[in-house]
């Protein structure tokens, strides 16, 4: 079967590991050592996907840029020590994962965490290697700019038209979209499918396994396609 695209490109929180929970709970603890109030679960949950300076300022925008770094350096130590055991993957994102690996797909991620805590948990995975490549928020652009698919895409040698970006957040699709690239949004993360419809997915799927079946269909019909074109 023809493959529908060459290169599958994965947010990491809320879409591969179930980490929203300890986001949220870790925003609003360094909220409260910072002397802020700690923010609702839905306006944390609305800046999850954004570098993390980038995301206390939308949070606290009186913060000057000496409190927002303080108030960085707190949810880092709360964070870290919060994730000593890092948090599970979603149910099935092993499993697919390697099936895509099997399949021939190139993978990558993209994420708003910091190098330092992407490469934990990758370790944490044992998955230092998996991947063909894998971008951090604090080594180039910050979500939704397009340059961290950019860098992905021109490592791998692949067009924007043959690549997926998959994940939870307005700022994954926006990335992809700015990136001339097509995306998939998943709905047990950040924000609602009904919030992220919106920027034009082409599929919307409320589980991970859900991903395997839909690029099966899409790898099938590509080749009748190629049968009879």
């Not at 591969?16 to 609702?40: F, H, K, Q, W």
């Not at 913060?63 to 949810?75: N, P, S, T």
């Not at 190098?115 to 995975?125: E, F, M, P, Q, S």
Request: net charge negative; with cysteine; hydrophobic share 45%.
């Amino acid at each position: 079967m023809r493959k529908p695209y060459e290169l599958l490109i994965f947010d990491w929180d809320g879409t591969l590991a179930d980490s929203i929970g300890r986001i949220v709970d870790s925003m609003n603890l360094a909220a409260e050592r910072a002397g802020e109030i700690p923010s609702a679960e839905a306006a944390v949950k609305g800046i999850i996907g954004l570098a993390l300076d980038e995301a206390i300022s939308v949070l606290y925008p009186h913060l000057g840029a000496h409190e927002v770094a303080r108030f960085r350096q707190h949810y880092a130590d709360i964070y870290t020590d919060l994730d000593r055991q890092p948090s599970p993957l979603f149910e099935g994102v092993s499993q697919s994962l390697e099936v895509f690996r099997a399949q021939g797909y190139r993978l990558a991620v993209a994420t708003g965490k910091a190098r330092r805590g992407l490469d934990r948990v990758l370790k944490a995975n044992g998955w230092e290697d998996f991947f063909d490549i894998t971008r951090a928020a604090d080594e180039t652009r910050g979500k939704p700019h397009p340059l961290m698919l950019q860098e992905i895409l021109a490592h791998c040698r692949v067009e924007a038209g043959e690549a997926l970006m998959v994940g939870d957040s307005a700022f994954d699709l926006q990335m992809a979209n700015n990136a001339g690239m097509h995306s998939v949004a998943v709905g047990y993360g950040a924000m609602s499918l009904e919030a992220l419809a919106e920027f034009g997915p082409q599929v919307c799927i409320e589980h991970f396994s859900q991903l395997r079946e839909w690029l099966a269909g899409a790898a099938r019909s590509n080749s009748k396609v190629g049968e009879h074109g």
